[in-house]
């Protein structure tokens, strides 16, 4: 697990730089080869990217029908428990289960926040990625009516 983190952690990091590389130099600094050079290796990394953003949308989407499954086969007892005390409505019954599952509540956020975050991530480098394949086009457009090869 720690192995995966720091891949993981290694592998935004090594994309950020590239972005940030990409934003200092300008595409229209570089040869046809060095935007073709950013382009692969980002889109190297993104296949990391995506195949954890991919894990952590699973992960989240089980923890989510985890919780329900948990909610409902507590339900009918803890409102059998609260109407022993006086009349329960659904919303108490709500609120009971929340503060019984917060634990998995707040893990269901952290794991929803990391696999929002990754899913974005993923998103803006193939953005990235397909604005690297136009400017390489241009830059091939420009080679070829100059007469370079």
Do not use: C
Request: hydrophobic share 40%.
């Amino acid at each position: 697990m720690a192995r995966r983190i720091s891949h993981l952690v290694w592998v935004l990091e090594e994309a950020e730089n590239i972005v940030r590389d990409i934003i200092e130099i300008g595409t229209g600094k570089m040869t046809v080869d060095q935007v073709v050079e950013y382009q692969n290796r980002l889109a190297a990394l993104n296949f990391y990217i995506g195949e954890y953003a991919a894990k952590a949308v699973s992960k989240t989407n089980f923890a989510y029908a985890n919780k329900k499954f948990r909610y409902a086969d507590k339900w009918s007892p803890m409102k059998e428990k609260l109407n022993a005390l006086g009349k329960a409505t659904d919303s108490d019954v709500k609120a009971a289960l929340d503060v019984k599952l917060k634990d998995d509540t707040d893990k269901h956020i952290k794991d929803q926040a990391i696999s929002d975050k990754l899913s974005a991530v993923w998103e803006s480098n193939q953005q990235i990625i397909n604005s690297l394949a136009s400017a390489i086009k241009v830059k091939l457009g420009e080679r070829a009516t100059s007469g370079m090869n």
